[in-house]
């Protein structure tokens, strides 16, 4: 079965610093991946995603991440912080392309100081 | 705009007492899923429906049931609530597998509370 890990499920960075969320998976084939963000009482929603292709995937708000085979993981960068970055978000990964079902990590709360 | 609809967003009900919960969607999707997420925890799924085929996932508890009448709405019952069950649910939606991106649509999600 395939698990997703988030490494730290609270980051806090200065408003222009680097935001660096850790996400690994474990999976035996190839996975999906996918990085989404959850805004104050919104819904989920898709950030960026790995299917296949390239392997540093840009995203929505200047987000980027890179699949790392090797290492197994899809960590998600953005090179500044901004305060509207603060919210949950969330590492996923899927099967196959032939199926939308996702597992979630457990999430990484992110907080920007002024 | 096209999107996912998820009312309430917060419910309380009591312990044992019957709830439903309730989703619908304008972007006329195949497939609609619901998740549970606990406090600090990552979204989990429930169960999913291609159409009218309903999917069930090994762990759901059998307290956790779903219709789906037509394309646009899914509801979400439980049939006895318990203090675990509190929880946000989440409905989504996606396209068949094959027919577009490969891509979740979520609604804002329903807080339940059970007192």
């Known amino acids: 079965a395939q698990s997703v890990t988030q490494l730290g499920s609270h980051v806090s960075v200065s408003e222009g610093a680097l935001v660096l969320l850790r996400c690994n998976y474990s999976s035996s084939v190839p996975p999906y991946l996918f990085w989404y963000v959850q805004y104050p009482n919104q819904g989920l929603q898709l950030l960026l995603k790995?299917?296949?292709?390239?392997?540093l995937v840009k995203g929505i708000n200047g987000f980027e991440a890179e699949f790392k085979k090797s290492e197994t993981s899809f960590h998600l960068t953005k090179p500044s912080a901004h305060m509207s970055d603060a919210a949950e978000y969330f590492c996923a990964v899927s099967y196959s392309s032939n199926d939308y079902k996702l597992s979630f990590g457990a999430g990484t709360t992110v907080t920007v100081r002024a | 705009d096209a999107m996912v609809i998820q009312n309430p967003r917060y419910q309380v009900t009591q312990f044992g007492k019957p709830v439903t919960l309730s989703c619908s969607q304008t972007l006329n999707h195949n497939v609609m899923y619901w998740y549970q997420q606990k406090s600090s925890q990552a979204p989990k799924l429930l169960f999913h429906?291609?159409?009218?085929?309903?999917?069930n996932e090994a762990d759901t508890p059998d307290n956790f049931q779903s219709r789906r009448p037509n394309t646009s709405f899914c509801f979400l019952d439980i049939r006895s609530p318990g203090l675990g069950d509190a929880a946000m649910y989440l409905c989504?939606?996606?396209?068949?597998?094959?027919?577009?991106?490969?891509?979740?649509?979520f609604g804002s999600g329903t807080q339940l509370s059970v007192l």
């Open positions: 989504a939606t996606s396209r068949e597998p094959g027919q577009g991106e490969q891509k979740l649509f």
């Open positions: 790995y299917t296949t292709g390239a392997t």
């Open positions: 429906y291609y159409d009218k085929d309903f999917n």
